[in-house]
């Protein structure tokens, strides 16, 4: 049985560039811990864009411009690219795809925990995306590692997550 988890786009944009946030950044070092001491297989995810952002939908509705491939913003945090064993999974959702797939490469999964940005967006999307293809495999999200748009988000995003049976941990 194996262990899994995933980091949510820690990526520059969300922490101290075009999207960051004071919240982003005091998270850095417990997810450089978490991923430091996991027993298992860390995946990391990277929100990316390209030059065309702002004439997407998302785009449209969160006129930002972040995560434009190959810009610093785009890249994983350096304390936590330092880490990384595998490939960067690039998301150009919410949620990804490509992270379903990644996973069914893996054999008997015992649980999945998901730490990362944003607890309300990208984090939440990944989990019920997740959710929905392995209903019987216990996903954990280490809300200590976490941190929404707002401190409010965040927190609605982790009592969403519970209800839909997510066991949220380090409150």
Not at 39 to 60: A, I
Not at 100 to 117: A, D, R, S, Y
């Amino acid at each position: 049985m194996s262990k899994i988890l995933i980091v949510v786009d820690m990526q520059n944009d969300f922490i101290t560039g075009a999207l960051g946030t004071k919240e982003a950044q005091a998270i850095v070092p417990y997810v450089k811990e978490v991923v430091e001491n996991f027993k298992g297989k860390v995946f990391f995810t990277r929100d990316t864009h390209f030059d065309n952002y702002l004439e997407t939908q998302e785009g449209k509705n969160l006129p930002v411009s972040h995560c434009i491939k190959w810009t610093e913003g785009w890249h994983i945090h350096p304390s936590l690219e330092a880490l990384r064993k595998t490939d960067a999974i690039d998301k150009l959702t919410f949620g990804s795809k490509d992270l379903v797939n990644v996973l069914k490469q893996e054999e008997k999964v015992e649980e999945i925990t998901f730490v990362g940005l944003c607890t309300d967006i990208c984090v939440i999307s990944n989990v019920m995306v997740v959710k929905a293809f392995y209903p019987e495999i216990p996903l954990i999200v280490d809300a200590k590692a976490c941190a929404g748009v707002t401190v409010q988000s965040h927190l609605n995003a982790l009592e969403a997550m519970k209800m839909c049976q997510v066991k949220v941990i380090n409150e």
